[in-house]
């Protein structure tokens, strides 16, 4: 559910024309709905309401602090992956004890800063890993929380450069090796203190089952672990809830949530969730420019002022974002690719689509762009990043501003 409508003919962000917002700040720009968020993290909350929970929003999603502090302001702790992360948190506001680290490859300053910070835990997810960490908390004299963040070996069903619970991935240990570094750490890292078992099986998931089966495998893990002595207050359950871009029958959170809850009935533990794509996938758009229509001799491209470099998702995992006219016009509908003016025929948003007829000077809304849009985005072709704006009713906000030549060549200098 999301604000982005038609009022008659012209496509609306809340109670604003995008016709209005594009005029003022140009585009290629990002527009954000406010009641969007408001609304995608209520409805998270609610379905654990009936269970001790924490929602750590997956900064990573879309990193914006105008967007963290609308989460954060709900009650949101953030799901970090890095110093940087860390940072922007902070600036958003973020509460230390409501942030996990996660991430294969924490470099030893990043540590430090987290441990400085005092956030909630590590999700730790290689042995050298634990090692560093405990050597880095007996420098600076603290104790570092930490959970393993296990591999299941469950398959999420998803695209698979997003999908993290298998074996042949790079994420987590496996259950047997994460036990023993349990007992290891317990025995003879001792500025160490485990307190949850952490799980994150991939992005984009529209089925219920490999949540389920990762769970199943996770309680064993406790189990085996208060078994051991190991006090488990925490299981974190990652991210990884799909949403609809084109027709998916992704779950609604109240359905994963009574899955979820039933599955853990009498566990005893509090439940952090990490979720990204689900609060601000939809809560997005990408507003772009027709620059130019062409026929070539096999296709009909309309060329837009945007390109991969600002949404990078449909050259990557060749993934579906729907595309609406920001004034609907009522011609005869094409079939066309839509393209960016990157040179590589990789910059696509669309392929072979039945779209309304574009003409040069028309405003397109790429729709789903709030997760893993601006946050993937680069300066690819020495293009400047785009404006973020934020919409709160009928009022907007620039939350980031374009990107200036000059910001292009900041710290760079000649030989
Ligand atoms: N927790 C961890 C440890 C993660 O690695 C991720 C995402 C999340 C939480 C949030 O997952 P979400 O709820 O958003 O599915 N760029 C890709 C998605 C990469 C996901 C990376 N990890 C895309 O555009 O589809």
Redesign the pocket.
């Known amino acids: 559910m999301h604000f982005f409508t038609y009022k008659k003919n012209k496509f609306y962000a809340e109670d604003i024309a995008v016709e209005k917002i594009a005029k003022e700040v140009g585009t290629p720009c990002y527009v954000y709905s406010q009641k969007t968020l408001t609304r995608h993290y209520a409805a998270f909350d609610e379905a654990f309401e009936s269970v001790p929970h924490l929602i750590c929003y997956?900064v990573?999603?879309n990193s914006n602090i105008a967007v963290l502090n609308t989460f954060i302001k709900q009650g949101s702790g953030v799901?970090i992956?890095s110093g940087g992360e860390l940072f922007r948190a902070l600036k958003a506001g973020a509460n230390p004890k409501k942030i996990v680290y996660?991430?294969v490859g924490k470099r030893e300053d990043e540590i430090e800063y987290a441990l400085k910070t005092g956030i909630l835990m590590f999700?730790v997810e290689s042995p050298e890993e634990l090692r560093t960490i405990n050597k880095i908390a007996g420098r600076l004299k603290k104790k570092a929380s930490f959970a393993v963040?296990v591999n299941p070996n469950v398959d999420a069903k998803t695209?698979p450069?997003?999908s993290?619970g298998l074996k042949k991935n790079k994420?987590g240990i496996a259950t047997e090796q994460a036990i023993k570094e349990y007992i290891f750490a317990k025995n003879n890292l001792k500025n160490l203190v485990p307190i949850g078992v952490d799980c994150?099986i991939?992005?984009?998931?529209t089925q219920i089952s490999p949540f389920v089966d990762a769970l199943k495998k996770t309680k064993n893990i406790i189990a085996t672990l208060r078994k051991e002595g190991i006090d488990v207050k925490y299981l974190d359950m990652?991210?990884?809830?799909?949403i609809t871009y084109k027709d998916e029958d992704a779950p609604h959170p109240s359905k994963y949530g009574k899955a979820v809850i039933s599955e853990t009935k009498g566990l005893d533990v509090t439940l952090i969730f990490?979720?990204?794509?689900?609060?601000v996938?939809n809560a997005g758009i990408l507003v772009a420019k027709v620059l130019y229509t062409k026929q070539g001799t096999e296709k009909n491209f309309i060329i837009t002022d945007a390109a991969m470099n600002d949404l990078?998702?449909p050259s990557?995992?060749d993934?579906y974002h729907a595309i609406k006219p920001v004034r609907k016009n009522s011609g005869k509908e094409i079939i066309a690719d839509v393209v960016g003016p990157i040179c590589e025929s990789g910059d696509f948003f669309a392929k072979d689509r039945e779209l309304p007829p574009f003409k040069s000077g028309d405003l397109m809304a790429i729709m789903s762009a709030g997760?893993?849009g601006f946050s993937?985005s680069s300066n690819y072709n020495s293009r400047p990043r785009a404006v973020e704006v934020m919409v709160t009713g009928n009022k907007f906000k620039i939350i980031r501003d374009r990107e200036s030549y000059k910001d292009l060549i900041k710290g760079e200098r000649l030989s």
């Open positions: 997956s990573k999603a799901d992956v996660s991430g999700n963040r695209h450069y997003i993290t994420f994150h991939g992005s984009q998931l990652g991210g990884g809830l799909g990490e979720p990204g794509r689900v609060m996938g990078a998702r990557l995992y993934s997760a893993y993937m």
